[in-house]
């Protein structure tokens, strides 16, 4: 069965603590793997797709890396906005073409100044 | 470029009642997709749309229907409504089916179910 699992369920940072969200996957195929922010009472804000192992993009303070079974979210120094909850996502890859996504259970980030 | 739209954006019902919640996606998406969300499950699958045919449905009682229409937007109907109801449902749009497409999601219908 196609599952995503998020590490760890909540953290929290000083202002400038760099650290790492995990995000680990098992489907029977990967088509991409997607990271959101969510803040509350909002939906969630795409990020990045990352679609093969290896790859890597950032944005500001921001890094997902992907490999064969995981995908990271590093965050360099980071601020009070930057807390939010950060979700991982995988779209389902069989029974024809679908947007569907299998999304992880996020992390909490709560970064304190 | 307007967002996608989600109306109401909150609501209270009691057990038994109906509701329906609408969605605006951007324009020109041609994709609905409605997801539940809930502290203890997250992100859970619902329904999807394209061209006003759903496409793909989630592990979801009958009770939970949607629809829609030729114009791209879509509503979600939930019948004879449950405590455990009670949720964040957020509605994301997308250009197409194909390929590992991007998301946008709307700010979500917050349902209270007294």
């Known amino acids: 069965e196609d599952q995503v699992t998020q590490s760890p369920e909540a953290l929290r940072l000083q202002e400038g603590e760099s650290s790492s969200l995990n995000c680990s996957y098992t489907?029977?195929?990967?088509?991409?793997l997607f990271w959101y922010r969510q803040d509350p009472g909002k939906g969630p804000e795409f990020l990045f797709t990352?679609?093969?192992a290896g790859e890597e993009k950032e944005k500001e303070r921001l890094k997902a890396t992907l490999t064969k079974k995981e995908s990271f979210l590093h965050i360099t120094a980071p601020k009070p906005e930057d807390s939010a909850t950060y979700l991982c996502a995988v779209p389902l890859i069989y029974g024809g073409a679908t947007n569907k996504l299998i999304f992880g259970t996020g992390t909490l980030l709560a970064v304190q100044p | 470029k307007a967002g996608v739209t989600q109306t109401p954006r909150y609501l209270i019902k009691t057990r038994g009642q109906q509701v329906t919640l609408s969605c605006s996606p951007i324009?020109?998406?041609?994709?609905v997709s409605w997801y539940q969300q809930t502290p203890g499950q997250g992100l859970q699958f619902l329904f999807e749309y394209f061209s006003e045919t759903q496409r793909n449905k989630g592990n979801f009682p009958g009770r939970f229907s949607g629809r829609q229409f030729s114009n791209s937007r879509s509503e979600m109907n939930v019948s004879t409504l449950e405590l455990g109801d009670s949720a964040l449902y957020l509605c994301?749009?997308?250009?197409?089916?194909?390929?590992?497409?991007?998301?946008?999601f709307g700010a979500g219908s917050r349902l209270t179910v007294l």
């Open positions: 324009s020109g998406h041609r994709s």
């Open positions: 994301a749009s997308s250009p197409r089916l194909t390929g590992a497409n991007v998301l946008t």
């Open positions: 990352l679609y093969s």
């Open positions: 489907v029977s195929g990967l088509r991409g």
